[in-house]
């Protein structure tokens, strides 16, 4: 495939080294508006755009996708609130989107491990939960996708938290309804997401960490593979067969 690779930090550098590997070529980088100009002929010899910019930037990349008929991967997270609408118009259009909020393929069967303790704890009153994730100092939304993820499949499933609230570390909210999620912002941690569920009697924590871009990066790939020559809206779920 030639890839169009919307965003050009360290993410989609790492990207375009796995999609290299991989035998895939990349066609185009689009780094801010005046690429989307200047590079319009390239981006349209490429078979696949993989978005990962910023949220500002992030629905309008995949809109324009769509409008060049462009099948999207997208990585960035902090643009959800828009995302019913956009998946609509998606499939309005018969179009080819694919979303998630962490590409890792660890990281989505702890998102499928999450879902199940939740559904144990909903009957286990007697364990708080709380979230928390830990990411470099350049991470531009907090909480991450990827903790607003987890956090929304546990208040699917326990009956007890009604929200999920953004708190300052050590600082946990007293709230029983309420689901804490913690956020640092310290050196150039890829991310580290832990779910803990405590109790008086122990505490059982889920905990993610990332080694490095490189997973985040493979996946990414592996979904814009999965992608080419279908119309709709995909997940990770879909690509790695995970019932919801």
Same mark, same amino acid.
């Given at each position: 495939?030639?890839?169009?690779?919307?965003?050009?930090?360290?993410?989609?550098?790492?990207?375009?080294?796995?999609?290299?590997?991989?035998?895939?070529?990349?066609?185009?980088?689009?780094?801010?508006?005046?690429?989307?100009?200047?590079?319009?002929?390239?981006?349209?010899?490429?078979?696949?755009?993989?978005?990962?910019?910023?949220?500002?930037?992030?629905?309008?990349?995949?809109?324009?996708?769509?409008? %060049? @008929?462009? !099948?999207?991967?997208?990585?960035? *997270?902090?643009?959800? &609130?828009? =995302?019913?609408?956009?998946?609509?118009?998606?499939?309005?259009?018969?179009?080819?989107?694919?979303?998630?909020?962490?590409?890792?393929?660890?990281?989505?069967?702890?998102?499928?491990?999450?879902?199940?303790?939740?559904?144990?704890?909903?009957?286990?009153?007697?364990?708080?939960?709380?979230?928390?994730?830990?990411?470099?100092?350049?991470? %531009? @939304?907090? !909480?991450?996708?990827?903790?607003? *993820?987890?956090?929304? &499949?546990? =208040?699917?499933?326990?009956?007890?938290?009604?929200?999920?609230?953004?708190?300052?570390?050590?600082?946990?909210?007293?709230?029983?309804?309420?689901?804490?999620?913690?956020?640092?912002?310290?050196?150039?941690?890829?991310?580290?997401?832990?779910?803990?569920?405590?109790?008086?009697?122990?505490?059982?924590?889920?905990?993610?960490?990332?080694?490095?871009?490189?997973?985040?990066?493979?996946?990414?790939?592996?979904?814009?593979?999965? =992608?080419?020559?279908?119309?709709?809206?995909?997940?990770?779920?879909?690509?790695?067969?995970?019932?919801?």
């Amino acid at each position: 495939m030639k890839i169009a690779l919307l965003g050009y930090g360290k993410m989609g550098k790492a990207i375009e080294a796995t999609a290299v590997e991989r035998g895939h070529t990349i066609g185009v980088t689009i780094d801010d508006e005046d690429d989307w100009m200047d590079k319009l002929e390239e981006l349209r010899d490429c078979d696949i755009a993989v978005e990962f910019s910023t949220p500002g930037t992030a629905v309008d990349n995949i809109m324009k996708c769509f409008n %060049l @008929d462009m !099948p999207v991967v997208v990585g960035t *997270t902090g643009w959800y &609130d828009q =995302l019913e609408s956009v998946v609509h118009d998606c499939q309005q259009r018969q179009q080819a989107l694919f979303v998630a909020s962490n590409f890792s393929i660890g990281m989505n069967i702890m998102f499928e491990l999450n879902r199940r303790l939740a559904d144990l704890m909903d009957h286990r009153p007697e364990y708080d939960v709380s979230i928390s994730e830990t990411h470099h100092i350049h991470k %531009l @939304d907090a !909480p991450s996708g990827t903790a607003v *993820t987890l956090a929304n &499949d546990i =208040l699917d499933r326990i009956d007890r938290k009604e929200e999920w609230q953004l708190v300052k570390p050590a600082h946990p909210d007293e709230n029983d309804e309420i689901l804490p999620i913690t956020s640092i912002r310290e050196g150039e941690v890829p991310g580290i997401h832990e779910v803990v569920y405590d109790s008086p009697v122990d505490t059982l924590t889920l905990r993610h960490s990332a080694k490095s871009r490189k997973g985040l990066a493979l996946g990414a790939v592996l979904a814009a593979e999965f =992608l080419e020559g279908k119309r709709g809206y995909y997940t990770m779920q879909d690509m790695l067969n995970v019932e919801n």
